[in-house]
């Protein structure tokens, strides 16, 4: 058993929370009082947290929720954005140190949102640089910048993920659309009841993520990024390069191994 650690992050009124258990970090955006919408604390809390998985050798996967409310995150906190152009004359974003979370598509170990209400804006971005989805059944999604006068340039990865027309409806009008008509389209993996279960399930995941070899989690999803980022041809070239160290490590002799043995490999991670 991989040992158990909790540690709020350092952030003004705590807002996001950090803990590691049993090889999986759970990053929990905690503001249901502002239906979780992301404040400069709350963007600049979600870097550490994206710093920490990565260097954090005790984890294998992660999970990305919220605190329940009825909305796993409403994008932006727009009364704080107002009020700080109207004290500091300057757009929040420039408070942020990765207002569009790019970081979240670098770091090397699987993500599982585990979406536990409505998303909107900065909350679809959330959701699309995650690389598995949960949702909760009865819920809405949008990308609603238009109707702020706001942008969604963190958009472009979901025309790998959704048709090219529901995306378009999507960032035109910014009407909100039901969760069902995302998971007809392969954007979430799964639907769930409950906040509950939709934990439970990411939760279900995530585990299944750590029982594999560290080296070849980590290729295959570099893989399929590199795909999206090169294209195709380029995209299977990069694919055979991530995955040498994968071939030449010490797992790839105790697969096959253990197989042979009927029992449970030992992953070592190199």
């Not at 609603?144 to 990865?157: F, T």
């Not at 998971?183 to 279960?197: Q, R």
């Not at 570099?222 to 795909?227: G, Q, T, Y």
């Not at 030449?248 to 449970?264: T, V, W």
């Amino acid at each position: 058993m991989l040992e158990f650690k909790e540690e709020d992050i350092v952030a003004e009124k705590e807002q996001v929370r950090y803990s590691v258990e049993d090889g999986v970090a759970t990053v929990t955006i905690d503001r249901p009082e502002r239906k979780n919408a992301l404040s400069v604390e709350a963007m600049n809390g979600l870097t550490d947290a994206w710093d920490r998985v990565e260097t954090d050798a005790s984890v294998r996967a992660i999970i990305l929720t919220s605190a329940d409310c009825g909305v796993f995150c409403a994008g932006l906190d727009l009364k704080q954005a107002a009020e700080i152009r109207a004290r500091d004359g300057v757009d929040i974003l420039t408070l942020m140190r990765d207002p569009m979370q790019h970081a979240m598509r670098k770091v090397s170990k699987p993500i599982v949102a585990a979406m536990t209400g409505s998303l909107m804006a900065g909350g679809m971005m959330l959701a699309l640089r995650c690389d598995l989805r949960i949702g909760l059944r009865g819920t809405r999604a949008g990308i609603s910048e238009v109707k702020m006068g706001r942008g969604s340039p963190w958009a472009v990865p979901m025309l790998w993920m959704v048709p090219q027309p529901l995306l378009m409806e999507m960032v035109l009008t910014g009407e909100t659309i039901a969760i069902e008509r995302l998971a007809e389209h392969g954007f979430v993996n799964s639907l769930e009841d409950t906040p509950k279960a939709v934990r439970e399930r990411a939760l279900e995941l995530a585990r299944k993520i750590v029982e594999g070899a560290p080296l070849s989690v980590k290729a295959a999803k570099a893989s399929v990024l590199a795909a999206m980022d090169l294209g195709l041809a380029q995209g299977l070239v990069a694919a055979e390069r991530l995955h040498e160290e994968t071939y030449a490590s010490l797992d790839a002799i105790e697969g096959p191994k253990a197989f042979a043995e009927k029992r449970k490999p030992v992953w070592q991670g190199r």
